[in-house]
């Protein structure tokens, strides 16, 4: 594992536990709103029993199953890990960021059977909500936190980090690349 890895995934888990310890502090379920930008983002308290859109939220084997998938999904990333260079800092970050949103949902679901999310954002007023009214009959996204994020920043930036910024190994003009290394587009 890089330390690229490992830092992602320590500082993302710690943002993401503090955001919803000061959440579940500071906001009660489903009643207080704290509007930063009115009508597009508020801080909110909702507890998702469930996992992405509430799914399965009603499963009385939710939380084996959503633990379950998280070690799957732990021991392939731990895996994959091992193949990234410890130079590799973009790709590593990825994969911890990734890494870590898996873990601050499970320990959610761990300690308190169900995921505490924070983040509302609307359509706000206007044609683009009468558009999200009329097309999705909510103007409102599904509330989501930190975790949640670093998933997709994870699954989307570790593609984009490997291709783009990962180093690569120098070749002699005209020579073969190193094994184990990706080709270069010069």
């Known amino acids: 594992m890089t330390r690229w890895l490992v830092g992602a995934t320590v500082g993302v888990v710690a943002l993401d536990q503090l955001t919803k310890w000061l959440t579940r502090a500071n906001l009660r379920e489903r009643v207080d709103e704290v509007q930063v930008i009115p009508g597009w983002f508020a801080f909110a308290n909702a507890q998702n029993k469930g996992a992405a859109f509430s799914a ?49 949902n499970a320990i959610d679901r761990a300690l308190f059977g169900q995921v505490t999310d924070m983040f509302k954002v609307s359509a706000g007023s206007g044609p683009l909500k009468v558009w999200a009214m009329e097309n999705f009959r909510t103007n409102v996204w599904p509330i989501f936190n930190i975790a949640d994020i670093a998933i997709w920043v994870g699954v989307l930036g570790f593609p984009l980090a490997w291709m783009f910024l990962a180093p690569r190994a120098p070749t002699a003009p005209g020579a073969e690349p190193a094994e184990g290394s990706a080709p270069t587009l010069d």
């Open 56 to 104: 399965l939220a009603d499963s009385e084997h939710r939380i084996v199953i959503f633990l379950s998938f998280t070690a799957l999904a732990v021991l392939v990333i731990a895996a994959a890990s091992r193949l990234l260079h410890p130079q590799d800092r973009w790709p590593g970050a990825a994969v911890g960021t990734l890494l870590a949103g898996a873990l601050g």
